[in-house]
């Protein structure tokens, strides 16, 4: 199971940073697995924003270079997203991958 947590409402042009943890895994599995976080807004399908795998590639969604940043303590086990700059088409539910297992999403809001 995974732990998410840091969503809320912040204003356009604020910052949040959310973090899952696996506090289950052992650290050695952990350290295997690709990482990432998604999004779902409202009547949409769940997009990929940053992925992190294995090797050390970083992969973000065109939307939110630059503004965005993944990163990931093996040996906490866990896996963060630095987003500034937010603006209101960032709204969504964000949810932590790490492997084959999700976390169970959490909220940001971005009111203009």
């Known amino acids: 199971q995974l732990v998410e947590s840091g969503g809320g409402l912040v204003q356009a042009g604020g910052s949040l940073r959310l973090s899952c943890r696996a506090p289950r895994l052992i650290t050695s599995t952990y350290r295997a697995y690709d990482v990432g976080w998604y999004r779902q807004a409202p009547g949409k399908q769940r997009e990929p924003v940053a992925r992190?795998?294995?090797?050390?590639?970083?992969d973000y969604a065109d939307s939110v270079k630059g503004r965005f940043t993944i990163s990931r303590d093996n040996s906490k086990k866990t896996v963060t997203l630095q987003m500034s700059s937010l603006n209101p088409e960032d709204t969504a539910v964000y949810y932590c991958?790490?492997?084959?297992?999700w976390g169970q999403g959490t909220q940001v809001t971005v009111s203009a």
């Open positions: 992190m795998f294995s090797g050390g590639n970083v």
């Open positions: 991958m790490i492997g084959n297992s």
